[in-house]
């Protein structure tokens, strides 16, 4: 079970599969790192997880890449707000929601729907950490 404050950097995101089914849209992020699961210092050891966005009645807008894409362009659009580079392990927000990512003037995938969760997947690796000198 995640710790409360756990979060996903998605800075750069790095798209590896976009596909529908069974009503919703399935958004897989390939080695993000979670800082707050993060030990030792200087090096930091911050390990690397694959995980999963879902928008529930999902619909892709727009699809112009060829996958995998990194971008540090996105943002996640939801009633009341919207979120940029850190997403909480345990994300869930109404819509409507529309997930964009690439630069604003020229977005390459754009899913809507009704809802949107994040789903923490397995580890996947380490990455060092360390502080400026």
Same mark, same amino acid.
Request: glycine content about 10%; charged content about 20%.
């Given at each position: 079970?995640?710790? +409360? @404050?756990?979060?996903?950097? !998605?800075? &750069?995101?790095?798209?590896?599969?976009v596909s529908k089914? $069974? *009503?919703?849209?399935t958004i897989t992020?390939?080695?993000?790192?979670?800082?707050?699961?993060? +030990? @030792?210092?200087?090096?930091? !050891?911050? &390990?690397?997880?694959?995980?999963?966005?879902?928008?529930? $009645? *999902?619909?892709?807008?727009?699809?112009?890449?060829?996958?995998?894409?990194?971008?540090?362009?996105?943002?996640?659009?939801?009633?009341?707000?919207?979120?940029?580079?850190?997403?909480?392990?345990?994300?869930?927000?109404?819509?409507?929601?529309?997930?964009?990512?690439?630069?604003?003037?020229?977005?390459?995938?754009?899913?809507?729907?009704?809802?949107?969760?994040?789903?923490?997947?397995?580890?996947?690796?380490t990455v060092e950490?360390?502080?400026?000198?």
């Amino acid at each position: 079970m995640p710790s +409360v @404050g756990d979060a996903i950097d !998605l800075d &750069p995101a790095v798209v590896r599969v976009v596909s529908k089914e $069974n *009503g919703h849209v399935t958004i897989t992020f390939n080695r993000q790192p979670c800082y707050s699961r993060g +030990v @030792g210092e200087n090096p930091r !050891l911050v &390990p690397l997880f694959n995980c999963k966005v879902y928008i529930l $009645n *999902g619909r892709i807008e727009l699809m112009n890449v060829q996958l995998p894409l990194e971008t540090s362009d996105w943002e996640v659009f939801f009633s009341g707000g919207s979120r940029r580079f850190f997403l909480p392990t345990d994300f869930d927000a109404l819509g409507p929601v529309r997930f964009v990512l690439g630069p604003k003037q020229s977005p390459r995938i754009v899913v809507a729907g009704d809802r949107v969760t994040m789903e923490l997947g397995e580890q996947v690796g380490t990455v060092e950490h360390g502080l400026a000198p």
